[in-house]
């Protein structure tokens, strides 16, 4: 579904991501791994197409498209979804029309009618309590004033109604509380699929025990240093990164 | 006739036999004609493009008659209806049951003189001071052209009454590259109640709309103004409102400035817990230049006021503001508060915003704020990524932004919409 080759990254003129090969099949959930700082931020954004990115080297394909030279939007639409780090907040703007909007521009990108407004709320509501979110939450301004477990069920929440093909998840389980985490690893587990596909991005074991990937690759200095299956979960834990520099 | 050569009559003639016997001294000033039009020595003109009247030769009104306005386009239970700035009774409508009157201002000052001689006996006090203790009569010279060159209308709420229905006073331009001096006194009597909605709608082009409002809130009464404008495109707008409130009045005035146009805007808080809360909204795109100068002045005892504006400057225009707060000495317990927020959608693009505190008195509580910014590229991004194409996460950013004026009249927030709507047209963002 994704295939990365021999990328490399410069941010004002720092190179962050280096000489990266990675690939990730249909229907598997590929975990990366990597400490503060390695670059996987940056991995995420880059393929979802976030713009001041200096692109040196490589390509990456999505379904055998290069997809380098496509604005984020036109990813979105192909099936590409990112749940951020760092969900921005949008005063102004409630939640359920913002969804409602994505969910049409990407339809419309697609050549899809708009959604019947009564079937995207009856979905819409049915996420949300999977999630164990309030009905009013909604109603409320994106993100606004939302604590950090509620901001990552809502980027969980659009993925759900998005139904992306590719699924970036960059740390989506930092800052949450342990009944989050597991009902958001529900929400993940339960997608995956054998038509979609999954790049888990994450510091720590702990998202991993709920959610178990297929691959692991241990990322260092913007490059894989290790690669393995799920045992390479616990070896990292018991060596910690400075093992695989 | 020319705007030039009348101004070259009246200086022949004896201004007193003008018969405007509420024009004060100073207005009747002979200098004053030969200084007519402000520049940008005057504070409160710093920021607006003067040239745009001064270069240009003005007609004056000969006939008063257009009446070429397709009345069911307007729907409002009750419309006054000016044409180039002239009352129209024919058009007018008014269904309050005597609630509301208008009168001509020479009819209304000999039923009654004492608002009138208390509004007009000083007119410096719509100069600003300097430092130098010299008073700049510009902007008051603005007003005298205006107050020569119209008779004047009132508009009269009864006293205990509430009007339920909107008064649109509805202005229409169909001149021609002439100035139009609408010259209205609004006042709300004793405990009374009223919304205004003030609309000027331009068919024609490259005319200047000298627009004059001074509205009087007695005791107790309450105002809401609205003021926006449609098809402005190529005329000029200054505007000049001067509110004055009595004891216990509540005045909300909320307004869309766009285009070439500046307001000048005056609030008198001179009654003990009078109460203003301005909003407003300052468009530019194009070459424009959209001005705002607007001055609360806390004469009394717990006055209270309020100004939010918000700012979007599209393309290389420019919208400036100056926003002043003055608090007298004896005005204690009283509150002022100025906010404002500009986004710029061009980096050629500019906003200026300048709050001002002049406190004289102690136990007053004062704020200010302002925030300049583009729109934030992470947010861009975010929505981008959710499938929203550049333009539509701009456009909805963007509708944010301008959603938390919350304009309580919904012709307003109607007009906002379109009129940002514009700014995206034919743009490649
Ligand atoms: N826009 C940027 N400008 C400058 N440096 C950046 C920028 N984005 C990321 N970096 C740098 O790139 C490195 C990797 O960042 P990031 O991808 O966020 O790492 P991670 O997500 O693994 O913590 C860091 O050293 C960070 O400081
Ligand atoms: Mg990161």
């Known amino acids: ?245 | 006739m020319l705007l030039n050569d009348y101004l070259n009559k009246l200086k022949k003639t004896n201004l007193k036999e003008l018969n405007k016997p509420w024009l004060s001294n100073e207005l009747l000033n002979k200098e004053l004609l030969d200084n007519i039009f402000p520049d940008n020595n005057a504070e409160e003109w710093k920021n607006f493009n003067v040239n745009a009247f001064i270069k240009q030769k003005w007609n004056l009104l000969i006939s008063q008659d257009s009446p070429n306005l397709k009345k069911e386009n307007i729907l409002f239970k009750n419309l006054i209806v000016f044409n180039n700035g002239v009352l129209d009774k024919k058009l007018t409508e008014i269904n309050t049951d005597d609630k509301v009157k208008i009168h001509s201002l020479q009819e209304y000052y000999n039923k009654d003189k004492t608002i009138v001689d208390k509004i007009y006996c000083n007119s410096k006090k719509y100069s600003e001071d300097r430092i130098s203790g010299i008073i700049d009569n510009k902007t008051t010279s603005l007003l005298s052209l205006n107050s020569l060159l119209n008779q004047g209308v009132v508009i009269e709420v009864a006293a205990d009454s509430k009007v339920g229905n909107e008064i649109c006073l509805y202005n229409q331009i169909s001149a021609n590259e002439t100035i139009i001096n609408p010259y209205i006194l609004l006042v709300a009597n004793k405990n009374s109640e009223v919304n205004f909605l003030d609309l000027t709608s331009y068919i024609e082009e490259n005319n200047w709309t000298n627009v004059f409002y001074e509205v009087y809130l007695e005791k107790n009464s309450k105002v809401r103004m609205s003021n926006f404008s449609l098809n402005q495109s190529m005329n000029l707008n200054t505007s000049s409102y001067n509110f004055h409130l009595e004891k216990e009045a509540l005045l909300e005035f909320a307004s869309i400035n766009k285009g070439n146009s500046k307001k000048d805007i005056r609030v008198f808080l001179n009654g003990e817990n009078s109460k203003v809360d301005i909003k407003g909204m300052l468009l530019s795109r194009l070459i424009e230049n959209s001005d705002i100068f607007c001055k609360v002045t806390h004469n009394a005892f717990s006055s209270d006021s309020k100004q939010d504006w918000r700012m979007i400057s599209a393309d290389t225009s420019k919208t400036s503001l100056n926003g002043k707060i003055k608090i007298m000495k004896g005005a204690k317990n009283s509150s002022g508060n100025f906010f404002s927020k500009a986004l710029l959608l061009n980096d050629k693009a500019k906003a200026l915003s300048k709050p001002e505190l002049e406190i004289f008195e102690d136990d007053v509580s004062c704020s200010h704020g302002s925030s300049f910014g583009e729109l934030e590229k992470d947010k861009v991004f975010y929505l981008q990524s959710r499938g929203f194409s550049k333009k539509e996460a701009i456009e909805m950013l963007v509708s944010a932004f301008i959603s938390e004026l919350n304009f309580s009249d919904n012709n307003l927030s109607d007009n906002l919409k379109n009129e940002v709507e514009k700014m995206f047209i034919g743009k490649d963002l």
């Open chain 1, 1 to 245: 579904m994704l295939k990365i080759s021999n990328l490399s990254v410069s941010v004002e003129n720092k190179l962050i991501i280096n000489n990266l090969d990675l690939e990730i099949g249909e229907g598997k959930k590929v975990a990366v791994m990597g400490p503060n700082g390695s670059g996987k931020s940056t991995l995420s954004n880059v393929i979802s197409g976030k713009p001041g990115y200096n692109i040196k080297e490589g390509s990456i394909k999505f379904e055998d498209t290069d997809i380098l030279k496509i604005n984020p939007d036109e990813r979105a639409a192909m099936g590409i979804f990112m749940a951020f780090q760092y969900p921005v907040e949008i005063p102004g703007i409630a939640n359920s029309s913002f969804l409602r909007t994505a969910i049409n521009s990407i339809r419309k990108k697609n050549n899809i009618e708009p959604v019947n407004t009564r079937i995207f709320l009856e979905e819409l509501n049915q996420i949300a309590s999977k999630l164990g979110l309030d009905k009013s939450f909604l109603s409320r301004d994106m993100n606004e004033g939302f604590s950090g477990g509620e901001k990552k069920k809502n980027e969980i929440l659009q993925l759900l109604l998005l139904k992306p093909k590719l699924c970036v998840l960059d740390e989506i389980d930092s800052g949450l509380d342990i009944d989050s985490l597991k009902v958001i690893s529900k929400g993940i587990s339960e997608y995956s699929n054998k038509k979609n596909s999954m790049l888990i991005i994450t510091h720590y074991q702990r998202l991993l025990d709920h959610v178990i990937p297929d691959e692991v690759h241990i990322f260092n200095k913007g490059k894989i240093v290790e690669s393995g299956d799920h045992d390479l979960v616990k070896i990292l834990e018991e060596k910690g990164y400075k093992e695989f520099s």
